[in-house]
DNA sequence: AATGAATGAGAGTTCATTCAT
DNA sequence: CATGAATGAACTCTCATTCAT
């Protein structure tokens, strides 16, 4: 452990720092490179389970660099957890909200997150292995809690619409509604592995993947429209 | 935080025999004792990060002894990995699937699952934590795999009843079912500090909980008897 | 390390004691047994690398006999040694020097040496790791240095008669040719494996060794012939 | 004990560079200061009686440093005695073999070899640990067998032009030639402590050293003259 | 903006031996 | 004559970080 006297300050802007950056160019900078390989690390291996030695390595860089650019290990994660967290909250916030159908905007953002997760685990990983660390490192970054709320409001706001129209059934809160999307989106990611080895079977395969998809899919419609 | 107060018989011990333990003595083995201090670190830190001095010092014994009753700090960590996992299994077992009414029976799996996971956070943490490390230590367990199956098969039996009675959807398939249910009874608990922290409300409060249970539990009956 | 207050007493009589020891034998004392495996062990991992336990395991006996019967590691490692070369004494003088030619007796010692040598290649590593230790051990057993004193003697005796008949060159010295003697009948096997290695070639090789022993003799029959 | 103040540049060295390493400088490097008490002790307490922290403490060097360095204490251990036996190859090769008067080179050889193993003590204990580890670690270096090559060839080349020449017997063998000439030059040094102990002399005295040297060298060069 | 050897505390593991029974 | 769990010191090795250059 380190110390982090770190209480607020973002010492890590995750946003598109310098000449946009071009991952895979020879143009990356170190801090980039620094970024690049303690994604990859962190992801693979957890906070605890990271080791700076490799993390230098990887990008090639000297111990020194990482701790001008960083305050150490942790600062470095926080970094990476900003990052990954804020391409998530970029790209949420494409949808149409004050014009869409609200089952269907809904239902988008179930398809976003569903595909987002599946093409982003690192981030599965990162958030699984944050909370198993009791959210100790994002409870102290301010650009994450600011970053979240407008995915709240936005639901808030088709449920009100839905509901108003008759369309959606009334009583739904969005905090909940989202957390179970998230739930059925993220739960088959951050655990494919001990449930491949415990039921003998590979959920990480792509029809595997579509047909529980399409489960989750349906199963959030129907409690969207419930009527009973 | 997490309960667990277990005395009972540990469904997965394929190691040494234990001299008929008299369950609820105060007079607990060095293993045992070794076994609950494990279960507690690795818990609270994941593999990487628990410190087997802290083991040791909690269960009040001797490096040497660790070494005499395990093979190591990951062949403790496996045992409490199957441990936790066999408690799960063992209780899963009791629900009366031969008789109760296929929905009913399903409904008292996820009522059960929900209750477990909350009242042992142990398990969940171990299995997110065990996720993040590919499953690399479950692998090697032949003992969780084969106290796995039944579970599948008796979803499996409740799903043809049901479906031949004409009491729920034909087509439900019984791993995907599994997943669903688990998803919505374990994702709000493998994330609670994280989300909490994300959208500043206390995730682990009970009004909250007992509300995301019963959208759950609805959702999970709809989608069973979906007709559409 | 151990202290080993013992100075003299040898506290294991290498002899035969009890029941003529058969081994093998279900009827074998836990002293012998604990000989048997402690021999094994020190033999093929020498003083430091041997495990205590692992003899203990070996001679499936309980850790406090051993304490029992033995001073220690150190204790039944001496009673090894006094073992193993209280053996090669004790065939060592079953030549008859008196009457036996003394060129021929003296080839008939080397033969003796070399045969015995390569049939007990334990007491051969027991040396060499002894003097690696700087015959720290040996140097307490006096019945080590007891049971060493005839064959000088011996070697004298039949060079003193050979060289008073004529048949061998005189100003040879016993001690000298007993050294010479098992420099040729001893070093090709206490460095096997080194050898075997270094120059790709197999040294245990039964026709090597019967090459190379016919070598040693010759040499040292001309040797012991010398005239020039 | 053993004299070796080489300083010269270790001609087995395929690891890391050494900064044009000044021979002879007190400036001496990390890694020179721990082969330095690496060597003194693994010849002193063979590999397994070998400790790490006394290198470290002898080294004046910080643990990781040797873990920088070398991949752990075997990786060491086979530096040293790659160190160790390159010293021997590389003065075995400056004998001038091409012109030499093959007897005398044959017993040049001879005389080289007893004079360089009686200063190099260090090698015949390291060679004689490293045989009781049944050459294990050895085994894994290239470097030591492919410096070892050139060895028997000169010899052979030695032994072809005497023969030829008709001034040596034929029928002789470069590898058991060499071998009986280490016999003749190692095995008094390799058990100078137990034949001291066994047979109540000082088998270290310059006197009783020079001595025994005669009586070999004769030894061989008659074996070598054989007509018989 | 960059280097790479150095640090010391502490990681997991293993040792020969002894205690309670 | 026998058991096997217990001991604590010491083992090899690794950690994130900083120093001298």
Redesign the interface.
């Known amino acids: 452990m380190t110390g982090d006297s770190r209480t607020e300050a973002p010492a890590a802007t995750p946003r598109k720092r310098r000449r946009a950056s071009t991952p895979g160019t020879a143009a990356e900078t170190t801090r980039d490179r620094l970024m690049r390989a303690a994604r990859a690390e962190f992801t693979q291996?957890?906070?605890?389970?990271a080791r700076v030695e490799r993390i230098l390595a990887k990008a090639r860089v000297n111990p020194r660099m990482l701790y001008h650019h960083f305050p150490g290990k942790s600062g470095l994660y926080v970094a990476v957890l900003e990052d990954a967290l804020g391409e998530l909250r970029q790209h949420e916030l494409r949808l149409d909200v004050e014009r869409a159908d609200p089952l269907e905007g809904l239902l988008q953002l179930f398809d976003f997150l569903n595909d987002h997760f599946e093409a982003n685990q690192d981030l599965v990983?990162l958030?699984?292995?944050?909370?198993?660390?009791?959210?100790r490192f994002?409870?102290r970054s301010a650009a994450?809690?600011e970053m979240?709320s407008p995915t709240?409001a936005m639901i808030d706001q088709l449920l009100a619409r839905g509901s108003e129209s008759g369309h959606l059934a009334p009583g739904h809160?969005a905090?909940?509604l989202?957390?179970?999307m998230?739930?059925?989106t993220?739960?088959?990611l951050?655990?494919?592995?001990?449930?491949?080895?415990?039921?003998?079977?590979d959920?990480a395969d792509p029809h595997?993947r579509a047909?529980?998809k399409a489960?989750?899919r349906?199963?959030?419609r129907?409690?969207l429209l419930?009527i009973?």
Chains 1, 2, 3, 4 share one sequence.
């Open positions: 291996h957890g906070f605890a389970g990983r958030l699984s292995n944050e909370n198993l660390l009791k959210a994002m409870r994450i809690r979240s709240l809160d905090l909940r989202y957390v179970h998230v739930a059925l993220q739960f088959h951050s655990n494919v592995h001990t449930l491949s080895v415990i039921f003998d079977q959920l595997w047909a529980r489960d989750a349906t199963m959030l129907h409690f419930k009973e």
